[in-house]
């Protein structure tokens, strides 16, 4: 448990996440420990009051949300981790902390559902809650990190990307990741997003901002409501002012998804069949498919790292240039649903490799599908 910010540390994926979000400047956590994302809220209760930050624990996740968003107003930088049922209890306060253009960032490390369901056990069955878990029309990021240097680097990013597009972010990763333990090399600045304070923000993401960019405690009159608002932020009723409330808070991050989307592509330039994964999964997806191209199964990999915006047109390039796809996820097809919806084309190959039950997807399970589908090419 160390503040280092260059050479190799070993840490949890938990313990990554948290460290991520003092190096981008997080000074404040609110939060409600719940299994398994408990450790960043345990790791930022030493850390932050070591920084000059502050560390509340809430009397639930609803009003852990509240206490987020009322920091990030107040010009925090801020920070809520939780899992399956607190995510589902934070859904009111997120829409709340989008329609005010509140930047914060929320991490959900997923465990097994519904209700109580698993909670010492991996999933993946949040993903579709990130995007559409709250009322109303609006868009989302959410970014899907793996690998230990990917979540400390994604982290950084999702703090940058809340300011930028006066959004919350949700960083959506799973028992797995959070709970395993590598070593790994810290990024340099330079390999990072920007780290900046709110003062820059104020002048560089103005555009993104419906309402005046303006904290409190500046002097300024600032009105905040989760009310459909005026561009000087008094409620209104006026169909057309809010309709064109609502299309700015879309356009503002669909408009930008090249600057926002970023995914990992392996071994596609000759592959007949595709295996397109999000999180843990790709590292079984990763294995089976060394294993099949050293059986001369033209096969590669599409991992998703930001999930939302998801990236329909990349998908839909990669299902026309290849024979068949495969998308292992520990869902029922919540991933699968997207690529079809994305592909437009009803003669693909699509083969779900689903697992639930709390445990990984392994790599024969994805090899044994990559021969399945090769043979009947």
Not at 349 to 373: C, T
């Amino acid at each position: 448990m160390s503040g280092n910010t260059n050479g190799r540390v070993f840490w949890a994926g938990n313990e990554i996440i948290a460290e991520a979000a003092l190096r981008a400047g997080c000074n404040f956590y609110g939060g409600y420990p719940i299994t398994p994302s408990s450790e960043i809220a345990a790791h930022l209760s030493l850390r932050l009051p070591q920084v000059g930050g502050a560390f509340i624990q809430m009397e639930d996740e609803i009003a852990a949300m509240g206490a987020v968003i009322g920091a990030a107003l107040g010009g925090a930088k801020a920070l809520t981790a939780t899992s399956g049922p607190g995510f589902s209890l934070k859904q009111e306060n997120i829409g709340y902390a989008v329609m005010s253009e509140t930047p914060c960032v929320i991490v959900n490390v997923q465990r097994g559902g519904p209700s109580t369901g698993l909670p010492t056990a991996p999933a993946q069955s949040d993903i579709m809650q990130a995007r559409w878990g709250t009322h109303g029309d609006h868009s989302i990021i959410c970014l899907t990190p793996l690998y230990p240097r990917e979540v400390y680097s994604e982290t950084v990013r999702a703090f940058h990307l809340s300011e930028m597009y006066r959004t919350p972010v949700i960083i959506m990763i799973d028992e797995i990741i959070g709970h395993t333990t590598e070593s790994f090399a810290v990024p340099s600045d330079s390999e990072l997003a920007p780290i900046q304070p709110r003062s820059w923000y104020e002048k560089h993401a103005a555009q993104n901002s419906w309402r005046p960019f303006h904290d409190f405690y500046q002097g300024k009159h600032i009105h905040i409501t989760g009310l459909s608002h005026t561009q000087k932020g008094f409620a209104t009723t006026q169909p057309e002012v809010v309709h064109a409330s609502l299309m700015h808070l879309v356009n503002k991050i669909e408009d930008d998804q090249p600057k926002i989307e970023l995914n990992e592509e392996y071994m596609l330039d000759d592959a007949e069949i595709a295996v397109v994964s999000f999180g843990s999964p790709g590292r079984a997806a990763r294995a089976a498919i060394d294993q099949a191209r050293k059986q001369g199964i033209k096969v590669g990999s599409f991992r998703l790292l930001t999930f939302w915006p998801f990236p329909t047109a990349r998908v839909r390039k990669l299902v026309d240039d290849v024979k068949a796809v495969i998308v292992p996820e520990m869902n029922m097809g919540m991933l699968r649903g997207e690529v079809e919806r994305a592909a437009m084309r009803r003669d693909v190959q699509l083969v779900g490799v689903n697992r639930m039950g709390g445990v990984p997807i392994e790599p024969q399970e994805i090899l044994d599908a990559i021969m399945e589908v090769k043979r009947g090419l």
